[in-house]
């Protein structure tokens, strides 16, 4: 089996290989860095101000989810949120979740179980709040023609998988994630999928800030698009940080809007930079402080 997948991706790589070549010997690379060296700092500060805004409401839903194992979760989840962000922008696959999963488990004293568990009805609840945004967003804002018709259907089929989930008998079955989904946490359920809503907004503006920034002509039906086309296509984490999938996602996004590769290519490497560097600078700083304790403990319990 190991052998055939080597093979099928030799074969893949030799296939891709021309397109690669001739795509980067026609890309106008230099208008590309032009356009980038020549973005507006303020807002990119702004859009790196809103990436972190995103995170600590993603670590904030998700505390709310803990909250039928511990009360003490507000620093744990803050924190292992920002390092599993740090750890997914130099990695690949689910290394930044496993992360995050470890650290809060070892500061609030849960099981590793029940923090995989949490992170899973974390992504659910992520996606139900991204349902509810884009049927918000659809309703609001006249984005396109037919948009509120979208949004509207949108909206019905979120309402009619809640009707759905209240009458499922979770009370039958056992287990941390149920005791998560059961009515007793229902409260909480509902506080989680706001500040998912909340972060998918934020993240909305940061991604509209930082296309402004490279003076890119911009609505808020292309920065929406984008963001959606981002999202889906970095779901697999193919490379590390998503690098290269994430600007080729707004090539293509900002292509079906007549945008210049050019200036997506841009968007998109500041897109790269606000969501990582800040986000790998707080992370060290955490594990940073982090090990400066546990050395200080060990050096009181030598005394």
């Known amino acids: 089996m190991t052998r055939r997948r080597t093979w099928i991706t030799a074969a893949l790589v030799l296939i891709a290989s021309p397109f690669a070549f001739r795509f980067a010997a026609t890309f106008p690379w230099a208008q590309s860095f032009d356009t980038l060296a020549g973005s507006d700092w303020l807002l990119l500060t702004a859009a790196a101000a809103g990436n972190l805004v995103s995170l600590a409401a ?28 740090a750890v997914n922008a130099i990695s690949v696959s ?37 349902v509810v945004f884009l049927a ?104 590390p940080g998503n690098i290269g999938v994430l600007q080729g996602s707004l090539i293509l996004g900002m292509g079906a809007f007549e945008i210049p590769a050019a200036n997506a290519l841009a968007a998109g490497v500041a897109l790269q930079a606000v ?9 060290l700083a955490i594990v940073g402080a982090q090990g400066f304790r546990q050395l200080a403990a060990r050096r009181a319990e030598a005394v």
Not at 98 to 115: D, K, P, Y
Not at 121 to 130: D, K, N, Q, Y
Not at 204 to 232: D, E, K, Q, R
């Open 58 to 85: 993603k670590a904030g839903s998700w505390q709310l989810l803990l909250r039928p194992f511990t009360t003490s979760s507000f620093g744990a989840t803050q924190s292992a949120t920002f390092v599993g962000a």
């Open 275 to 283: 969501q990582v560097i800040p986000v790998l600078i707080i992370g």
């Open 136 to 239: 918000l967003a659809l309703l609001l804002i006249p984005l396109w023609p037919g948009a509120r018709l979208m949004g509207l259907g949108l909206l019905v089929s979120a309402a009619l998988l809640v009707l759905v989930f209240r009458f499922v008998p979770w009370t039958r079955w056992r287990g941390s994630l149920v005791t998560m989904v059961s009515p007793a946490n229902r409260a909480s359920l509902v506080g989680a999928t706001g500040l998912t809503v909340a972060n998918w907004v934020v993240q909305w503006f940061a991604y509209h800030w930082c296309i402004a920034a490279t003076h890119t002509p911009t609505s808020a039906a292309l920065s929406l698009g984008t963001l959606v086309m981002a999202n889906l296509a970095g779901v697999f984490r193919l490379t």
């Open 94 to 130: 689910v290394s930044g979740e496993a992360a995050r999963a470890q650290l809060v488990s070892s500061r609030t004293g849960i099981s590793f179980g029940t923090a995989v568990a949490s992170l899973v009805l974390s992504r659910i609840v992520e996606t139900a709040g991204l």
